[in-house]
């Protein structure tokens, strides 16, 4: 069965910082490239980020790029998102998110983490 | 960015009607399409891929249609768990996106 379990989110404060992880199970996780998608409370979703498997070319939304870092551990199944210098925009429910895995015919989604951005 | 418009904002269904949403993309995005929907506080789940195959466990009752810039979800004979929220998304380019979304409502 694929999981995938979000963690890391919760209050920050503009101006800080979190990082938020995704620990995946159920599929060869390496073989892969995963993406972080978010949704703003009562809005649709947003694709933030894409990072190819081995990490050799990653992608951003241009409202976060230079402020977020994806990243990934293979030897751990785990996926990553650092975000700097938060803004009250950022205030959404960041999904871990995988493509489309051979052989399951889906996309699979963690169950989220909320993130708020407020002082 | 490639902008997706979907239509429209609301729909209102009798449950075993059929519903027929539609997306429109900005630029051809050909079959690099997907349907979503999503529920009150879960995750969106796919529906659709390369803009007509169902994903797995999904009903044939589901069906999706077109290429290039325009798209349709039709959903026929509506049931109660279907009654929900829709996006479509891009993956053609970068960065993905998503449209507005469309509610089906019952009527």
């Known amino acids: 069965e694929v999981q995938l379990v979000e963690s890391g989110g919760g209050l920050v404060q503009p101006g800080g910082s979190l990082r938020l992880s995704c620990t995946a199970s159920g599929f060869t996780f390496s073989t892969y490239g995963m993406n972080w998608v978010r949704q703003p409370p009562g809005k649709g979703p947003e694709w933030v980020s894409h990072?190819?498997?081995?990490?050799?070319?990653?992608f951003y939304a241009d409202s976060v790029r230079g402020r977020f870092t994806i990243s990934r551990d293979d030897a751990n199944d785990l996926l990553f998102l650092q975000m700097n210098d938060v803004r009250a925009e950022d205030t959404a429910v960041y999904y871990c998110?995988?493509?489309?895995?051979?052989?399951?015919?889906?996309?699979?989604w963690g169950q989220g983490t909320l993130v708020t951005v407020s002082s | 960015e490639i902008m997706m418009t979907q239509s429209p904002g609301t729909l209102s269904v009798s449950p075993g009607e059929s519903a027929t949403l539609s997306c429109r993309a900005s630029?051809?995005?050909?079959?690099?399409f997907a349907w979503y929907q999503q529920k009150p506080g879960q995750a969106p789940r796919l529906l659709i891929y390369?803009?007509?195959t169902r994903a797995a466990a999904i009903p044939a009752r589901f069906s999706g249609s077109g290429s290039g810039t325009e798209f349709t979800l039709t959903i026929s004979s509506l049931q109660s768990e279907d009654f929900a929220v829709y996006y479509c998304q891009q993956y053609n380019d970068w960065p993905r996106t998503f449209g507005q979304g469309t509610k089906v409502e019952i009527k």
């Open positions: 998110v995988t493509p489309l895995l051979t052989g399951f015919y889906s996309t699979f």
């Open positions: 390369g803009a007509s």
């Open positions: 990072i190819t498997r081995s990490s050799d070319t990653i």
């Open positions: 630029q051809s995005v050909s079959r690099n």
